[in-house]
């Protein structure tokens, strides 16, 4: 089985019929009447030929504001999207990867500052390339300091994702996701073949390091990280939708990833190219980008985060491990403006007037490749998940949406 470019492999789901929440408007401080600007905003992309459909959920003061579906889940088919389409999230994954180990850490099985090696002995020794554009035949030197677990959780480690130019980035890319892996481990081990691309804690660098924590969370927690996922998130949160495959059952819920062709047309990829990867017998429980989801089902993480780590009567982290999780842990080196951070998994907003956006300080997101995006906000009791599966990756809908949405609020 062959990874392509920007596509996760996928592992683990147990998938069952999912039921929308009830959309209630009345006195959560949204505007139904500003909210349609962003309905129109959806469905204008749409009809000129952009976007081939979305999902959008709003939720506020833990209820849903807004949940809507626009467009189609597959241009070729015509088959209209629905609220309850199931997404390729890609690099959505990271967050709940994230969560998922600083629930081990609040059982005590590391300090944030441990080294890696003390877990995986595999990264003693570490080396660096001195230079990147030579690749593995690139001089190196020794990493000046072990590599954390910390630098881990806020891509500081040094090591790569694959998706840059230069010829490292692309050895890496043909290392994890180009040869065939049975396991994250497998996929982690030849990533370790590859020099780090600079000394830990000295750069931010976008990098398959989540994939070492879903290792390590199956270490500490003595099952695979399939399982601590459904048994301690997915299955208590509800969110049945979500895992690392799609039962044959419900493959009709998936929604098609499309681009643009030759002729600047939006065409659904075809099976088997990218984004065609396989829906189920996936073996790999990646911490990068394994899992499928559903807006409504990421947007009940959301909610779990944004109350502070509780639903429902039932806590999945401490307040204070999520206000550690979410304050910018990295200085400058995400954004040398200032307005941005980034924190556990997560980019934070650090200041208001710089970002010349409208969200709050502190608010916290991440995205996905094909166009999946979340925002959380404590301040405004507020989550905003949309979802939309286009390659390339573009951060233009996760702006749009961070505009409209708060021009909404009218409280």
């Known amino acids: 089985m062959r990874v392509h470019r920007f596509f996760q492999i996928a592992i683990f789901f147990l998938l069952f019929s999912c039921q929308s929440p009830q959309v209630q408007k009345q006195g959560l401080g949204v505007s139904s009447e500003r909210l349609e600007r962003y309905e129109t905003f959806l469905q204008k992309e749409i009809d000129e030929g952009r976007l081939p459909g979305a999902v959008s959920v709003i939720a506020r003061r833990n209820q849903i504001a807004h949940q809507a579906a626009f467009g189609k889940r597959n241009l070729e088919s015509g088959e209209n999207m629905a609220v309850d389409d199931i997404f390729y999230i890609q690099s959505m994954t990271k967050p709940i990867i994230t969560v998922a180990l600083m629930m081990l850490y609040e059982e005590g099985h590391f300090f944030l500052n441990d080294p890696v090696s003390k877990y995986l002995p595999q990264f003693q020794k570490r080396m660096v390339a001195l230079d990147r554009n030579a690749g593995l035949d690139s001089p190196l030197e020794p990493a000046n300091k072990e590599i954390t677990i910390a630098h881990l959780l806020t891509h500081t480690a040094g090591l790569s994702h694959g998706l840059g130019s230069d010829r490292l980035d692309r050895q890496y890319f043909e290392a994890m996701y180009d040869e065939e892996h049975e396991t994250v481990d497998d996929r982690v081990t030849r990533m370790l073949d590859l020099p780090l691309v600079g000394h830990p804690g000295e750069q931010w660098y976008y990098s398959a390091a989540t994939d070492v924590l879903s290792i390590l969370i199956a270490q500490f927690s003595n099952i695979s990280t399939e399982e601590f996922l459904q048994n301690r998130l997915f299955a208590p949160l509800g969110m049945t939708s979500t895992g690392y495959n799609v039962p044959e059952s419900q493959h009709h819920r998936v929604v098609k ?146 505009q409209f949405v708060y021009q909404a609020i009218d409280d």
Not at 360 to 372: I, P
Request: proline share 2%; net charge neutral; with cysteine.
């Open 257 to 402: 990833v499309h681009k643009v062709d030759s002729l600047g047309v939006l065409v659904k990829i075809d099976e088997g190219s990218l984004g065609g990867s396989q829906l189920t017998g996936n073996t790999i429980h990646s911490g990068v980008n394994g899992l499928f989801s559903t807006a409504g089902n990421y947007a009940t993480f959301c909610r779990m985060l944004v109350n502070g780590g509780k639903l429902d009567g039932r806590r999945y982290l401490s307040r204070k491990t999520v206000e550690l999780m979410t304050v910018n842990h990295v200085g400058e080196l995400f954004s040398s403006s200032g307005a941005f951070g980034f924190g556990l998994g997560f980019d934070v907003v650090t200041d208001l007037a710089n970002s010349k956006a409208l969200p709050t300080e502190g608010s916290y997101s991440w995205g996905g490749a094909y166009g999946t995006y979340f925002i959380i906000d404590p301040r405004e009791e507020l989550v905003v998940v949309l979802m939309t599966q286009v390659d390339p990756f573009s951060s233009f809908y996760h702006q749009k949406m961070r």
